[in-house]
């Protein structure tokens, strides 16, 4: 079992910076590739960015590219987001989610496990 705990989400102005964070607990966590994935309101669950747990492999949507980045500290078994020049269309709940192996995955089905969601909603 895995247990994912998303924080660091919250109110941003349009072009303000935020840094997601998802701490791991559970077994083997190493061997698990890391998504973010954020839904707004009406609208379905989207893949983000993922991360191989190696840190070899990233990949970003195009939407966010340039704007957003996806890390880890093994050392603390977090993986971060950081998203800077936030726009108002970024307002969602994001979660973050673990699928085993070191394949870089856009899709939902793959993903074994899953943490609650933080919010980050633009204030302007």
């Known amino acids: 079992q895995v247990q994912l705990v998303e924080s660091g989400g919250g109110l941003v102005q349009a072009g303000g910076s935020l840094r997601l964070s998802c701490a791991a607990s559970?077994?083997?966590?190493?061997?698990?590739?890391v998504g973010w994935f954020r839904q707004a309101p009406g609208k379905e669950r989207e893949f983000v960015a993922a991360?191989?747990?190696?840190?070899?492999?990233?990949f970003n949507v195009d939407s966010v590219k340039g704007r957003f980045s996806i890390s880890r500290d093994s050392s603390k078994n977090t993986v971060y987001l950081q998203m800077n020049n936030l726009k108002p269309e970024d307002t969602a709940v994001y979660y973050c989610a673990a699928a085993l192996g070191e394949r870089l995955s856009e899709w939902i089905s793959e993903y074994d496990y899953w943490g609650q969601g933080t919010q980050v909603t633009d204030s302007s």
């Open positions: 559970g077994r083997a966590f190493s061997r698990y590739t």
């Open positions: 991360i191989t747990w190696s840190g070899a492999g990233r």
